[in-house]
């Protein structure tokens, strides 16, 4: 009886021990939510520079009103921004153009936004290197948040000099919030910025001998620890990447989001730059990430589109355990802005917005018919060919001068505005005036003249190159075939006016998206230069851009090849130049000419498809055209059309 009776007493003495103590379940937690906007390019207002319109399809100012909304929601929040911010629409382009004096007398247009949305901090993208280094310390100067890059050092750092970063590359900051008991609790966020070393080669106009960079991954092995033992409850990496599963990881690779993820320590990944979304279909299929609820290798991660189109958001649930802040739970989002605004923000950049909208309406003159790029990628086009006529009418102008070589002058350009951003995100300029605003829309980026020396055999690889934007087809084949691969931007895809040449695409690539040749194929044959076929020792002038020079798009022999002139003026400036210039000489109506000097040889039998743009002017474009026949719509509102065989 007297065991019994001290069981039972035992008993009683456990169970008031344990209740009195606090449980796992009853320590305090701490909900946070982690906000991110990315690839914003200075679309602050919801407003399309190329149509001229309002538009709730993105916008800073669209986004903000979801900001606002989720931090009512939740009042423990964080916003971050993850580069490509300044540079990119009209209004980017307006605020450069006012020079350095502008930013001495007061903050450039973005981060006035952005400071009046209360980031608590940013990383620097790619195209923030785009206007040179004296423009973007005086640009971030301006901000009341920190601007965070790990992996750019100054010139002179040795390799294992991590002390020489160019800018700040991380910051631990002190938040305190509202736990789950009503009580506030400090955490301390580390938050570390990252960039793809390839600016080195994007803009080494801008930054050959001034900074050098490193491996993304290899920069977070080293500060990610640091943070934590500095004292980091919690890490967030802004890191102006993608998703790409490499297999064995490259140094130095564009896209390192899948193995940043797998670096110890990384709580949450706010990723950028090829302006997809995530959570969303876009990486369905890639082992290691889960996109339906946007987690790759176990870690939150985010991405939202471009220009503000979305809010990313994920909510972290925090607890203390032994001491410290852990993350036990977590979830992502993004959230699609609508026609909701923020109007406050929209009047602080009122007067830039008029005086943008002013420069974007200069008249330049007026054409004869429509400069459009609907078909590029298949066909010859009038906007390709108006750019590749105004960067040879410049370099001819050059070599008149005596600075240039009297070599045969050869000019490359894309098409840049080729549906990336939707069915209707194509180049189309009626016939009739043509503005500042039309060049906007024809040649989206800053790039500068470049004119490099080139062998007949240097010009077809470059060729090859650009037809890497073609699926190799089969001849005879029932089903319908693909014309044009996958993943393969319209920026990469030049076309070279000066020559004639067709493109079989019977055969098999010759270069991989490295530039590294994998086959001994030919796709570009019957290249001619007057009418004579180009020898492979004959010397040509190609007239470029800095960006393909520098080795975007990897193409063969661009970075090695001699540069013979290298120009500070914008090629969109060259080519309102060459604009003016049409209209002295043929006054009001300037002839738009379709230089068609190239065209795909197809294999017999094959029945080949590829999408567009699904706007009537497109539809139209296509019947007047012998090759091209519109057949519906796709389930993403793009057309469908047919490439017809001679």
Same mark, same amino acid.
């Given at each position: 009886?007297?065991?019994?009776?001290?069981?039972?007493? +035992?008993?009683?003495?456990?169970?008031?021990?344990?209740?009195?103590?606090?449980?796992?379940?009853r320590?305090?937690?701490?909900?946070?939510?982690?906000?991110?906007?990315?690839?914003?390019?200075?679309?602050?207002l919801g407003?399309d @520079?190329?149509?001229?319109?309002?538009?709730?399809?993105?916008?800073?100012?669209?986004?903000?009103?979801?900001?606002?909304?989720?931090? +009512?929601?939740?009042?423990?929040?964080? +916003?971050?921004?993850?580069?490509?911010?300044?540079?990119?629409?009209?209004?980017?382009?307006?605020?450069?153009?006012?020079?350095?004096? @502008?930013?001495?007398?007061?903050?450039?247009?973005?981060?006035?936004?952005?400071?009046?949305l209360?980031?608590?901090?940013?990383?620097?993208g790619?195209?923030?290197?785009?206007y040179?280094? =004296?423009?973007?310390?005086?640009?971030?100067?301006?901000?009341?948040?920190?601007?965070?890059?790990?992996?750019?050092?100054?010139?002179?750092?040795?390799?294992d000099?991590?002390?020489?970063?160019? @800018?700040?590359?991380?910051?631990?900051?002190?938040h305190?919030?509202?736990? /789950?008991d009503?009580?506030?609790?400090?955490?301390?966020?580390?938050?570390?910025?990252?960039?793809?070393?390839?600016?080195?080669? *994007?803009?080494?106009?801008?930054?050959? %001998?001034?900074?050098?960079?490193?491996?993304?991954?290899?920069?977070?092995?080293?500060?990610?620890?640091?943070?934590?033992?500095?004292?980091?409850?919690?890490?967030?990496?802004? #890191?102006?990447?993608g998703?790409?599963?490499?297999g064995?990881?490259?140094?130095?690779?564009?896209?390192?989001?899948?193995?940043?993820a797998?670096?110890?320590?990384?709580?949450?990944?706010l990723? %950028?730059?090829?302006?997809?979304?995530?959570?969303?279909?876009?990486?369905?299929?890639?082992?290691?990430?889960?996109?339906k609820?946007?987690?790759?290798?176990?870690?939150? #991660?985010?991405?939202?589109?471009?220009?503000g189109?979305?809010?990313?958001v994920?909510?972290?649930?925090?607890?203390?355990?032994? %001491?410290? *802040?852990?993350?036990?739970?977590?979830?992502?989002?993004?959230?699609q802005?609508?026609?909701e605004?923020?109007?406050?923000?929209?009047a602080?950049?009122?007067?830039?917005? =008029?005086?943008?909208?002013?420069?974007l309406?200069?008249?330049?003159?007026?054409?004869?018919?429509?400069?459009?790029n609907?078909?590029?990628?298949v066909?010859?086009?009038?906007?390709?060919?108006?750019?590749?006529?105004?960067?040879?009418?410049?370099?001819?102008?050059?070599?008149?001068?005596?600075?240039?070589?009297?070599?045969?002058?050869?000019?490359?350009?894309?098409?840049?505005?080729?549906?990336?951003?939707?069915?209707?995100?194509?180049?189309?300029?009626?016939?009739?005036?043509?503005?500042?605003?039309?060049?906007?829309?024809?040649?989206?980026?800053?790039? /500068?003249?470049?004119?490099?020396?080139?062998?007949?055999?240097?010009?077809?690889?470059?060729?090859?190159?650009?037809?890497?934007?073609?699926?190799?087809?089969?001849?005879?084949?029932?089903?319908?075939?693909?014309?044009?691969a996958?993943?393969i931007?319209?920026?990469?895809?030049d076309?070279?006016?000066?020559?004639?040449?067709?493109?079989d695409v019977?055969?098999?690539?010759?270069?991989?998206?490295?530039?590294?040749?994998?086959?001994?194929?030919?796709?570009?044959?019957?290249?001619?230069?007057?009418?004579?076929?180009?020898? #492979?020792?004959?010397?040509?002038?190609? =007239?470029?851009?800095?960006?393909?020079?520098?080795?975007?798009?990897?193409?063969?022999h661009?970075?090695?090849?001699?540069?013979h002139?290298?120009?500070?003026?914008?090629?969109?400036?060259?080519?309102?130049a060459?604009?003016?210039?049409?209209?002295?000489?043929?006054?009001?109506a300037?002839?738009?000419q379709?230089?068609?000097?190239?065209?795909?040889?197809?294999? #017999?039998? =094959?029945r080949?498809?590829?999408?567009?743009?699904s706007?009537?002017?497109?539809?139209?474009?296509?019947?007047?055209?012998?090759?091209?026949?519109?057949? %519906?719509?796709?389930?993403?509102?793009?057309?469908?059309?047919?490439?017809?065989?001679?």
């Open positions: 009886m007297r065991k019994i009776i001290n069981f039972v007493l +035992l008993t009683l003495v456990m169970w008031f021990v344990a209740a009195c103590s606090p449980s796992p379940e320590q305090p937690q701490v909900e946070l939510r982690i906000m991110h906007t990315n690839d914003l390019h200075a679309y602050m407003y @520079y190329f149509q001229q319109r309002e538009t709730d399809r993105f916008g800073l100012a669209h986004t903000a009103a979801l900001v606002h909304q989720a931090r +009512l929601e939740q009042p423990n929040n964080l +916003l971050f921004d993850n580069g490509d911010t300044i540079q990119g629409s009209a209004l980017g382009d307006w605020a450069h153009a006012q020079g350095l004096e @502008y930013l001495q007398q007061q903050r450039h247009p973005v981060i006035r936004a952005m400071n009046y209360g980031y608590d901090a940013a990383a620097l790619n195209h923030e290197f785009n040179g280094l =004296a423009y973007l310390d005086a640009t971030i100067e301006g901000a009341t948040f920190p601007f965070l890059l790990a992996n750019v050092f100054e010139p002179d750092a040795a390799v000099d991590w002390q020489a970063s160019r @800018y700040t590359p991380y910051v631990i900051q002190s305190s919030f509202v736990g /789950t009503l009580q506030r609790h400090d955490i301390q966020v580390g938050i570390l910025g990252l960039v793809p070393p390839d600016i080195l080669r *994007w803009d080494r106009h801008h930054l050959e %001998g001034r900074v050098q960079a490193r491996d993304m991954v290899a920069t977070a092995q080293h500060f990610v620890p640091k943070m934590r033992a500095e004292g980091a409850d919690l890490v967030v990496v802004i #890191a102006h990447t998703l790409r599963d490499y064995d990881y490259p140094e130095g690779a564009e896209q390192a989001g899948l193995y940043l797998q670096i110890e320590g990384v709580d949450a990944l990723l %950028g730059h090829q302006h997809r979304q995530l959570p969303g279909p876009d990486y369905q299929d890639m082992a290691g990430v889960d996109a609820r946007g987690f790759i290798h176990g870690v939150p #991660a985010v991405m939202g589109g471009q220009y189109s979305h809010l990313g994920i909510d972290l649930t925090l607890k203390r355990t032994d %001491g410290s *802040w852990q993350v036990v739970d977590a979830a992502s989002e993004l959230r802005v609508g026609p605004r923020d109007e406050l923000l929209v602080l950049l009122s007067e830039e917005q =008029a005086q943008t909208l002013a420069m309406n200069q008249p330049l003159g007026a054409t004869d018919g429509a400069i459009e609907f078909f590029a990628r066909v010859p086009s009038t906007a390709v060919s108006w750019v590749n006529q105004a960067q040879s009418w410049y370099a001819n102008t050059l070599q008149q001068q005596g600075e240039l070589p009297d070599f045969p002058i050869i000019s490359a350009a894309a098409p840049f505005r080729s549906g990336f951003g939707g069915p209707a995100d194509y180049t189309h300029l009626a016939a009739g005036p043509l503005t500042l605003g039309n060049i906007a829309d024809l040649y989206i980026y800053p790039n /500068t003249l470049r004119v490099i020396e080139l062998s007949g055999s240097e010009l077809r690889d470059w060729l090859e190159m650009s037809a890497r934007t073609f699926n190799t087809i089969e001849a005879s084949k029932d089903e319908w075939q693909q014309l044009l996958p993943r931007p319209s920026y990469n895809f076309m070279m006016s000066g020559l004639s040449y067709r493109i019977s055969q098999p690539a010759r270069f991989d998206g490295e530039g590294q040749q994998v086959s001994d194929s030919h796709r570009i044959v019957e290249l001619s230069y007057l009418g004579q076929p180009v020898r #492979a020792e004959q010397r040509f002038l190609l =007239a470029t851009n800095n960006y393909r020079v520098s080795g975007g798009g990897f193409f063969p661009a970075t090695t090849a001699p540069v002139y290298t120009g500070q003026m914008e090629v969109r400036q060259i080519i309102a060459f604009t003016r210039e049409q209209a002295k000489q043929h006054g009001e300037i002839p738009v379709l230089q068609q000097n190239w065209q795909l040889t197809l294999p #017999a039998g =094959a080949l498809e590829f999408r567009s743009s706007l009537e002017a497109a539809k139209a474009k296509a019947e007047s055209h012998p090759r091209l026949q519109f057949i %519906g719509l796709d389930d993403d509102g793009y057309g469908r059309y047919q490439y017809l065989p001679e």
